[in-house]
């Protein structure tokens, strides 16, 4: 039986979160705060040391969860990141040795970065139909996706990088979005400070948002 591919698990809520943990005591709550306000994926990114051991974290804590790792830069995270328990993987970009990466772990869904028509067509050719744009807004943001989805009307995206709650229904209401990555539900300053309910409420407010049906209508899978 396969797993969740990941057009299915990014259908799942409107905003994935894009969270960076400094101090690893801070995963499981904030993973139980943003589950508890109706964000049930979650991406992980490797800037910092603590990031593989807030993974196992979030996972024991919230496990019905989907927990992912971002900013995979290098193959040799790959393998890294499965084993820490990250069920899904994201890129900033695409290369050839990442795309080998990505297939060596056969079966894990993986979304790759582009930010032109070019890099889509290279991600296209590997094999991927959905992709994150970033950074979406330095990209072109709305506007940038509406020309692609004239031109690729097969690939779905999730726009990341300087999203923010004023924009994200701009995005979501197009046809080609899937949901936006944004670290705006986990400010750094809120996941210091231990504020678990303002997180929860920033998540509920999130999870509310709403979505063009076109993609919906699939089956989540």
């Not at 690893?24 to 992980?44: K, N, Q």
């Not at 990442?98 to 296209?124: I, K, N, Y």
């Not at 996706?145 to 097969?154: E, I, K, Q, T």
């Amino acid at each position: 039986m396969t797993g969740p591919t990941i057009r299915g698990i990014l259908r799942r809520a409107p905003v994935v979160p894009v969270i960076v943990i400094d101090d690893v005591a801070h995963a499981a709550p904030l993973a139980r705060a943003l589950v508890d306000g109706g964000l049930a994926v979650l991406e992980v990114t490797l800037r910092t040391n603590a990031a593989l051991d807030a993974i196992e974290a979030m996972r024991r804590a919230v496990p019905d969860a989907i927990v992912g790792v971002g900013t995979l830069t290098s193959p040799r995270q790959f393998a890294a990141a499965r084993e820490a328990g990250a069920q899904f993987g994201v890129s900033p970009g695409l290369t050839p040795a990442l795309v080998d990466a990505a297939r060596a772990q056969a079966g894990w869904p993986f979304l790759p970065g582009v930010m032109t028509p070019s890099e889509l067509l290279a991600a296209q050719e590997a094999g991927f139909d959905c992709c994150k744009l970033f950074p979406a807004r330095q990209a072109g943001g709305v506007e940038m996706l509406r020309a692609l989805g004239a031109v690729f009307p097969d690939v779905a995206f999730c726009p990341t990088g300087g999203v923010t709650p004023a924009d994200a229904p701009d995005y979501l209401a197009l046809p080609n979005v899937l949901c936006v990555g944004g670290s705006w539900v986990a400010p750094a300053h809120m996941v210091r400070d231990g504020d678990w309910k303002g997180i929860r409420g920033l998540a509920a407010q999130a999870a509310a948002l709403p979505r063009n049906a076109a993609w919906l209508k699939e089956r989540i899978a």
